[in-house]
């Protein structure tokens, strides 16, 4: 009897142990890990990019705020980049957010150096968020 849970617990343990990445073994093989992890850093960073300019076009066109499709675009987005992703748009939306207390209290900032008196959102975006 006492064989038989011995058993079960060895075969219980051995199924539900946990796998540890393998690590690259060659130059090549770390190299093209490399490439991979910063192609979905960057293509993460353009989703976050393509999010915010999408809530800022919605909100110019009168669209429906907290809409189902950007609720599952940032859902998506979430998914794939994990808690930091939802870190940096919030990061994103604080900066704006100076930003835009600086223009009111007229001090002056590099996007005002580099946009002039034609800041649109979607131009302070792309000044924000550089990829």
């Known amino acids: 009897m006492i064989e038989l849970l011995a058993l ?3 075969i219980y343990l051995f199924l539900n142990r946990k796998k540890k990445p393998r ?4 130059l090549d093989a770390e190299l ?4 991979q992890t910063s192609n979905d850093n960057t293509a993460i960073a353009l989703d976050i990019k393509r999010y915010l300019l999408d809530v800022v076009n919605d ?11 950007r609720i599952n675009q940032a859902q998506g987005i979430i998914d794939r980049a ?3 992703g939802m870190y940096w748009i919030t990061e994103i939306a604080a900066q704006l957010s100076l930003l835009a207390a600086a ?3 007229g001090i002056p900032t590099n ?3 580099e946009l002039g008196s034609s800041a649109t959102p979607e131009a302070v ?3 924000v968020v550089k990829i």
């Open 32 to 35: 093209r890990q490399l490439i």
């Open 59 to 69: 909100a110019n066109n009168d669209g429906e705020k907290f809409s189902d499709t």
């Open 82 to 84: 994990g808690p930091a």
């Open 103 to 105: 223009q009111i209290n």
């Open 23 to 26: 690590k690259a073994r060659t």
């Open 111 to 113: 996007v005002n150096a």
């Open 125 to 127: 975006i792309n000044i």
């Open 8 to 10: 079960t617990a060895i």
